[in-house]
């Protein structure tokens, strides 16, 4: 018969049994603002259009602010 040569303590037996059970979703869906089901974390050309339009107003509010001081 089969008999371990040591005791496992309670807290790798634990962590064993935690990494074993609680496995994540690897493909997960949001929702995007038009309703299409989009994979997390992707990248759209009108997303990156849309941030460097928001980056560039800001830009140009700060310095119209700067030059008004």
């Given at each position: 018969?089969?008999?371990?040569?040591?005791?496992?303590?309670?807290?790798?037996?634990?962590?064993?049994?935690?990494?074993?059970?609680?496995q994540i979703?690897?493909?997960?869906?949001?929702?995007?603002?038009?309703?299409?089901?989009?994979?997390?974390?992707?990248?759209?050309?009108?997303?990156?259009?849309?941030?460097?339009?928001?980056r560039k107003?800001?830009?140009?509010?700060?310095?119209?602010?700067?030059?008004s001081k």
């Amino acid at each position: 018969m089969a008999v371990p040569k040591k005791k496992i303590s309670r807290s790798r037996r634990n962590m064993r049994r935690f990494s074993c059970a609680y496995q994540i979703d690897p493909v997960a869906n949001t929702t995007a603002a038009d309703g299409t089901q989009v994979r997390t974390h992707t990248v759209t050309l009108a997303n990156v259009a849309q941030y460097v339009e928001a980056r560039k107003a800001a830009k140009a509010a700060r310095k119209s602010s700067s030059k008004s001081k």
